[in-house]
């Protein structure tokens, strides 16, 4: 009988916001074709965290909330999409908690609807007053390191450095500055926006970052279950990676001959 | 920024592969911005009084119809049956006279209708800065605003009188109502009422202009198409399906992440098939008439055009949900322009939280 390796795998913890998570991909809710492919997405994926645009949710009643289509156990993250400041993602991210959604709130400051790029410095306004006033700010930012310190500062659980624009499936246009956060912030990152292939999570995994969100790839998706549950694997597959660590790439050629071989020589 | 020339190559393009490429991109893009997420919303007119002389109108100042404006208790009866077929997105519009329909009564209404609806849009006769502000911080979240025709010597011959007649005074209103901190504006061409390519070139540089000096607002843009008005026709060019297709399209391709909207103008086969093509919010269950939900029986009704499609509210969700799209009724929570009317806003207020 052949042996097998016993591969030690201690259960990767995912700590975010005083709770612990097992999966660290995590699933936005917009632009599915119906709520019941979102619903089976969450499923198959096992995404523990979810984001939903507030301006979305029936506050007030009615058929085919969104909300009932979420399962209890999961950790409901409002966004504050629409917010343009700092002002108006606070009163969101208060309506939403006084609507019994919870205190998490992913902050989305953004006054550009044709890139949707993030209001970098709106969204440390918006995480001093909320997380003073008790929340769990996960802010959406440009991967900015002053902006990555002072969110620190500010008392952010997390940051969310763009990968590349929304909804553009661009990947990890921008890598580079996501690794100087890696090497740089210690609390948590979770890479969002641009995610659109398993493979760019992966990417994002191996660098080290903590966690990956993605929304529009599995939304618009031929079959967005299966590939919510491809993102969730190859999430696990690059953080594996990561923490086996991988070889280091080799970046400078080996010289056939040592280079300083002569300070030896008799 | 696409050229003239270009505008006009596609548009006299008849081959069936041109409009096929046109609509894949425009699918492709639709859905990678928006999803199949499709956004409905419905009509209320609260007044068909008109100080303009625009001609292919049914609402102009000359034209012999039963002028109405909603008193409050009626717009509370116009509201509430809109409200009970589930749409939380109204566009209230009135005809263009500054007298009949001035603020202080769009307020009025918008007032009320904060109490059914979470979104609500005005499409009224073009005003100042000061005046859009004030529709803002009263509750209103967006404007609709067409040019009509941005041809300046067109524009002439179909305005006649009244303030509508001054070209540049509606042109500049789109700015105007960007500078007030209104969150959504809608502006469109009437297709069919002056020349296609040059209308739609300066629709685009227009919607271009907007885009880049007030980022922060949600743009849409409609193309309705000109209908006869009894029995007359006002149209210098036609503009056929595949035409109409062209231009979804093409608006798409060149603004991916704007919105596209579609009225019930058009007949529920086309409706239905445009869908895919780069649409993202339609009207449902509409009555163009004042007063023509609940007032008036359809005899007494004056629209201002006729409508095409008359599936009722949960006729177009079913029809949206068999193919394959999410239909969306909240889109939109007013976040600093509320007066209250939401318990959840108020509880805000109580606890000292605002």
């Not at chain 1, 989305?108 to 993030?118: A, G, Q, R």
């Not at chain 1, 659109?196 to 993605?214: I, N």
């Not at chain 1, 599995?218 to 594996?240: D, I, S």
């Amino acid at each position: 009988m052949t042996q097998t390796t016993q591969i030690d795998t201690q259960e990767d913890i995912f700590e975010l916001g005083g709770k612990r998570f097992t999966n660290r991909f995590l699933l936005g809710t917009g632009k599915f074709k119906s709520k019941q492919d979102m619903a089976d997405s969450i499923k198959a994926s096992g995404a523990q965290i979810v984001t939903v645009a507030l301006r979305r949710i029936d506050l007030e009643r009615h058929e085919e909330n969104i909300i009932e289509y979420i399962p209890e156990d999961i950790t409901f993250l409002t966004n504050t999409s629409g917010a343009r400041d700092a002002k108006e993602a606070v009163r969101l991210a208060r309506l939403a908690r006084e609507a019994g959604h919870g205190s998490w709130v992913k902050i989305e400051v953004i006054n550009d609807s044709k890139y949707l790029l993030p209001d970098n410095a709106e969204t440390v306004k918006a995480t001093e007053i909320l997380a003073a006033d008790g929340f769990t700010v996960l802010p959406y930012i440009s991967p900015d390191l002053y902006i990555a310190r002072e969110l620190v500062k500010a008392g952010a659980a997390a940051v969310m450095p763009l990968g590349s624009l929304i909804g553009s499936n661009q990947g990890l246009k921008a890598k580079e500055f996501i690794r100087v956060f890696v090497d740089e912030i210690d609390i948590p990152i979770v890479v969002d926006a641009g995610i659109g292939a398993p493979s760019h999570a992966a990417e994002a995994m191996e660098m080290g970052v903590d966690a990956v969100l993605a929304n529009t790839a599995v939304a618009t998706a031929k079959n967005p279950a299966q590939l919510a549950r491809a993102f969730a694997l190859a999430v696990k597959a690059g953080r594996e990676g990561y923490l086996s660590g991988l070889p280091a790439k080799k970046d400078i050629a080996s010289a056939s001959s040592p280079l300083t071989g002569f300070l030896y020589e008799e | 920024m696409i050229s003239f020339s270009e505008i006009q190559s596609i548009l006299t393009d008849d081959s069936r592969e041109r409009l096929e490429s046109l609509a894949r991109q425009s699918k492709q893009l639709t859905e990678q911005y928006f999803g199949r997420t499709i956004s409905l919303y419905a009509p209320i007119y609260l007044s068909n009084y008109c100080s303009s002389h625009c001609t292919y109108c049914g609402f102009h100042i000359k034209n012999k119809i039963n002028r109405v404006r909603l008193k409050p208790e009626q717009m509370h009866t116009e509201m509430k049956h809109v409200a009970a077929t589930g749409i939380e997105n109204i566009l209230l519009l009135t005809g263009e006279s500054y007298k009949a329909t001035p603020t202080s009564y769009l307020i009025e209404a918008a007032d009320i209708a904060k109490q059914y609806f979470t979104a609500v849009s005005m499409e009224v006769h073009p005003m100042e800065t000061d005046e859009y502000k004030e529709l803002f911080t009263n509750g209103v979240d967006g404007i609709t605003i067409y040019q009509e025709t941005y041809d300046r010597t067109r524009y002439k011959e179909v305005h006649l009188y009244g303030k509508k007649a001054n070209y540049d005074f509606r042109y500049d209103a789109a700015e105007r109502v960007c500078k007030s901190g209104m969150r959504q504006l809608s502006i469109g061409i009437l297709l069919g009422l002056g020349p296609l390519a040059e209308d739609l070139h300066s629709l685009y540089q227009h919607l271009r202009f907007l885009e880049k000096n007030y980022p922060g607002v949600e743009y849409s843009v409609s193309f309705p198409r000109l209908r006869k008005i009894k029995g007359r026709d006002f149209a210098i060019c036609d503009v056929d399906d595949k035409q109409f297709i062209k231009i979804i399209c093409l608006t798409r391709i060149l603004f991916p992440r704007e919105g596209i909207n579609l009225s019930t103008r058009e007949d529920a086969k086309l409706r239905d098939n445009i869908l895919e093509l780069g649409i993202t919010k339609i009207s449902a269950g509409s009555n163009t008439s004042v007063g023509g939900y609940e007032m008036f029986p359809p005899e007494d009704q004056d629209p201002q055009f006729d409508i095409s499609d008359k599936r009722p509210v949960d006729e177009i969700v079913q029809m949206l949900k068999k193919r394959r799209f999410d239909p969306v009724f909240t889109d939109w929570r007013p976040i600093n322009n509320n007066r209250g009317q939401s318990p959840i806003f108020s509880h805000l207020s109580q606890k000292g939280l605002e």
